[in-house]
């Protein structure tokens, strides 16, 4: 999943005009006849190893086409954040070699003028001193001064105004997690994608929970697997009520919104206080799922760093018929095994 604005702002620290909310960002010189992608961030990119996110835009702002050349011409530069030389060298040349992918923006962010300065003047010096120069294509006259969007350098968005931490909090909230991006076209995405996901589950909510700023959602025993591993259930075979302990996760879920489960959320919540009350009035209640949001989830997903990933989620509207007929016609669609 891709990083969203605020959460990029919050984590690196991201300098923008107040009015402004996904300018398009300057071009630095490097043209390429390439169209601008987001990718995920190659494991042979050892360079970005921890960076904070993990799909970068290509071609990249040294004009690199292919991640290959990405990851081949960045391995040179990983002695010098072996040196210590500034906090910064790693955000500076990541934003570079893999810079981050927005989904709000047509390109990539580029470093601020003042994060390049830093970062030179920190390793110039010990540059110098193996017989190094810093390299034109790190010419920082090149990159924008903090009144465009760019990344700034540490403690630098610790300054903001008054105004640029309200319009932070305005954007807080507003930007939707991809998986959750569907709205009324959810069954229909989730009927044309079946095929072409690794894992599908018909589900009901365990717990729903955010560790390290991704969200963890662990299904019931009664949720239904309906595709694994590219193949039928039948792959699943022997898994059964391990459903209630394998746990789907939604990248940046923390950062962002997802409207069939935020909602479901504050619902289930509001029911739950009912429930108590009618408990201490002595009439019966309680709800399943130890307070996680209730009904039935369709869910498609993706095998990702040793986690299955949620790729779509949508929250079932309509009655229990229904979602009998529309399981019935997904598991008709003749699969190809992936």
């Not at 009324?184 to 560790?211: H, W």
Request: hydrophobic content about 35%; some cysteine; overall charge neutral.
């Amino acid at each position: 999943m891709f990083v969203s604005v605020l959460s990029f702002v919050l984590l690196f620290g991201v300098s923008y005009a107040s009015d402004t909310v996904a300018p398009v960002p300057p071009s630095l010189g490097f043209s390429s006849s390439v169209r601008s992608v987001c990718k995920p961030i190659p494991s042979t990119l050892s360079l970005c190893h921890g960076i904070g996110y993990r799909h970068m835009r290509i071609p990249n702002l040294l004009g690199h086409d292919t991640l290959r050349e990405a990851q081949q011409q960045s391995a040179a530069w990983l002695p010098l954040i072996s040196k210590l030389c500034h906090r910064d060298t790693k955000k500076f040349l990541c934003s570079l070699f893999a810079p981050v992918c927005l989904p709000e923006l047509s390109g990539p962010v580029s470093p601020c003028r003042s994060l390049c300065e830093a970062v030179r003047d920190g390793c110039v010096p010990v540059m110098s001193a193996f017989g190094f120069p810093w390299p034109e294509m790190f010419n920082c006259s090149r990159f924008p001064r903090g009144t465009e969007l760019c990344i700034m350098a540490s403690g630098e968005h610790e300054e903001r105004t008054a105004e640029e931490v309200k319009h932070e909090e305005a954007l807080k909230g507003s930007v939707i997690c991809d998986a959750c991006s569907l709205a009324a076209e959810g069954e229909t995405d989730i009927q044309e994608n079946f095929c072409q996901s690794p894992y599908s589950f018909k589900m009901r909510l365990g717990s729903v929970s955010t560790v390290g700023g991704d969200r963890q959602l662990v299904p019931m025993a009664r949720s239904r697997i309906l595709r694994w591993a590219g193949g039928g259930a039948e792959r699943a075979e022997g898994i059964g009520g391990a459903m209630a302990h394998n746990a789907l996760w939604l990248q940046e879920g923390g950062t962002c919104t997802c409207p069939g489960l935020d909602s479901a959320e504050i619902n289930e919540d509001r029911g739950l206080e009912e429930d108590q009350m009618d408990k201490r009035q002595g009439k019966e209640g309680g709800k399943e799922g130890n307070g996680a949001p209730g009904g039935w989830y369709l869910a498609l997903a993706q095998a990702e760093e040793g986690r299955l990933v949620l790729t779509r989620l949508v929250r079932w509207n309509r009655g229990d018929k229904e979602l009998k007929k529309f399981i019935r016609a997904l598991l008709k669609q003749s699969c190809p095994e992936m």
